[in-house]
Nanobody, 121 residues
Framework: QVRLVESGGGLVHTGGSLGLSCAAS????????MGWYRQAPGKQRELVAR???????NYADSVKGRFTISRDNAKNTVYLQMNSLKPEDTAVYYC???????????????WGQGTLVTVSS
């Protein structure tokens, strides 16, 4: 059983900052990548940022220069620091992990429950 537990999020004014964190727990053998996706009302879920176990990162163009993803491999935790927030960043943010559980080398995708980020104008 694998759990991804997110924390952070909430309401912030335009230009403000928020931080998200997501901790993976359970029978984890290895985590290849962790990341954040978001889904705004009426829109598809989209990648925000992703980081591999080696530290390689990629970001959506819309958040480059404003958001920073980081990871603590020892704690199986990923962080997202969001600065200069805009109303269009308003969405439910989901944590994702590509990981293999104990007893297997096959990686699967796991999701957190989501946390709401609201940016008021």
């Amino acid at each position: 059983q694998v759990r991804l537990v997110e924390s952070g999020g909430g309401l912030v004014h335009t230009g403000g900052s928020l931080g998200l964190s997501c901790a993976a727990s359970g029978s984890i053998f290895s985590i290849y990548a962790m990341g954040w996706y978001r889904q705004a009302p009426g829109k598809q879920r989209e990648l925000v940022a992703r980081i591999t176990s080696g530290g390689s990162t990629n970001y959506a163009d819309s958040v480059k220069g404003r958001f920073t993803i980081s990871r603590d491999n020892a704690k199986n935790t990923v962080y997202l620091q969001m600065n200069s927030l805009k109303p269009e960043d308003t969405a439910v943010y989901y944590c994702n992990a590509m990981l293999a559980t104990m007893g297997t080398s096959t990686e699967y995708s796991y999701w957190g429950q989501g946390t709401l980020v609201t940016v008021s104008s």
